[in-house]
């Protein structure tokens, strides 16, 4: 069965970053809780160190979410281990989650933890772009998993069902040389330039030029969908409701549909009722009760 075949009763619900709401986002307690509140997948970011490993982080720069500061980048996986990934949220963190020296993960971090869940379990990872790597993101990406055992043909390594998202289409693009279509999955954003240039605060020309590539990608990333380059869709839940023929079109046309982030009830309502096939969510046990 295929991923465009499966027809599930409810919406399969991704644990966005882990339970990212009860935990840091993208820590081992995140992901543990994802799997005990029964996600029927988990979603990560992914960034290259200075010494190529594939590390869990969305931002490009370690300041928001650790108490280090400046780009992932720059620094080693060694560095990175140094550093407190957790504590910025402010919860205690059980510990049969782990030490908060043991928080910080790599890709195959959390495909251990992946094939300990004893069930089939989604694994969506977003390719995070500008990268200063550029595309080696994506090939590196793709070497790490194959080491582990991945199967680029079915998208399967063990118990785990890997797809593969970027608001990039030149990463679409890459991916699709090596990645059969219907396992790759074009995100999508509703880019208001005006808006955009205004909160990204560069003024006018610098933050003008930013905007104007968003729109582009946003552009150029529906054109994939209208084409049928790729088997999945990815916009985000204000895009939703936007543009509704839109989202209604390429259900039609047998896109399979993963809308983010999902957390308020009438969202989750209102994604059920449009027959979406994934729900990204910051909150999974929540979702799940409701569906």
């Known amino acids: 069965m295929t991923i465009e075949d499966s027809a599930p009763a409810r919406p399969l619900v991704y644990a966005h970053r882990g339970a990212s709401a009860d935990f840091a986002e993208h820590t081992r307690a995140a992901y543990l809780r994802a799997l005990a509140d029964g996600a029927d997948g988990v979603e990560c970011d992914v960034h290259l160190t200075r010494d190529q490993h594939v590390v869990l982080l969305h931002d490009a720069n370690l300041d928001r979410t650790s108490d280090g500061t400046g780009p992932v980048a720059e620094r080693t996986i060694d560095e990175l281990r140094l550093l407190d990934f957790s504590s910025w ?15 910080f993960l790599t890709l195959p971090d959390l495909l251990d933890l992946l094939r300990d869940a004893g069930r089939d379990i989604g694994l969506a990872i977003e390719l995070k772009h500008p990268s200063p790597y550029q595309l080696k993101l994506e090939d590196r990406v793709l070497e790490v998993l194959s080491r582990e055992g991945w199967d680029p043909l079915t998208s399967r390594l063990d118990n785990i069902r890997v797809t593969f998202m970027s608001f990039s289409p030149d990463s679409v693009r890459h991916l699709r040389k090596t ?9 999508l ?5 005006a808006e955009v240039r205004e909160e990204l605060g560069l003024g006018p020309f610098t933050g003008g030029a930013v905007a104007n590539m968003m729109k582009a990608a946003q552009l150029e990333g529906e054109r994939i969908l209208n084409d049928c380059e790729v088997g999945m869709a990815g916009p985000g839940i204000d895009y939703v409701r936007q543009h509704a023929r839109t989202v209604q079109r390429w259900l039609a046309s047998g896109r ?12 989750v309502a209102l994604c059920q009722g449009l027959g979406i096939h994934e729900i990204t969510t910051n909150k999974p046990a929540q979702v799940l009760a409701q569906l």
């Open 179 to 187: 990645v059969p279509g219907e396992f790759i999955c074009q995100l």
């Open 89 to 103: 949220k402010g919860v205690h963190i059980p510990e049969a989650y782990g030490a908060r020296s043991e928080q």
């Open 256 to 267: 399979r549909f993963r809308v983010w982030t999902v957390d308020a009830e009438n969202d």
């Open 189 to 193: 954003d509703d880019i208001n330039v």
